[in-house]
């Protein structure tokens, strides 16, 4: 079985910053894709960035400038640095990741998803 675990989501303020966290778990081989969406309130969820393997990163437009995706492979983990945070930013934040297990199919996983609010 494989989990993922988003962490570091809490309260900043405006202009603040925080850095997400997401470890895969379980009988994990190899991460492929991996990638952090969020959902606000009463908003869908969006992508906010991803990347590949290699290490290629996408940013969405409201990100690109102040979040950065990066991932350790050898942790199975990737990370969202958030900087100027606004209140726009508040969110749930998930961290999906294709991975393929030690034994059997690849799999696409999603986390729990980890609160951010930002506060004027």
């Known amino acids: 079985q494989v989990q993922l675990l988003e962490s570091g989501g809490g309260l900043a303020q405006e202009g603040g910053s925080l850095e997400l966290s997401c470890v895969a778990s379980?009988?994990?081989?190899?991460?492929?894709?991996m990638s952090w969406y969020r959902q606000g309130p009463g908003q869908q969820r969006e992508l906010v960035a991803a990347?590949?393997?290699?290490?290629?990163?996408n940013h969405a437009n409201s990100a690109r400038g102040r979040f950065t995706i990066s991932r350790d492979n050898a942790r199975n983990t990737t990370y969202l640095q958030m900087r100027a945070l606004n209140t726009e930013d508040t969110a749930v934040y998930y961290c999906?990741?294709?991975?393929?297990?030690?034994?059997?199919?690849?799999?696409?996983?999603w986390g729990q998803g980890t609160q951010v609010t930002v506060s004027f």
């Open positions: 990347i590949n393997p290699n290490g290629r990163t």
């Open positions: 999906p990741a294709e991975i393929a297990p030690r034994m059997g199919p690849i799999l696409d996983c």
């Open positions: 379980g009988s994990v081989y190899a991460m492929n894709a």
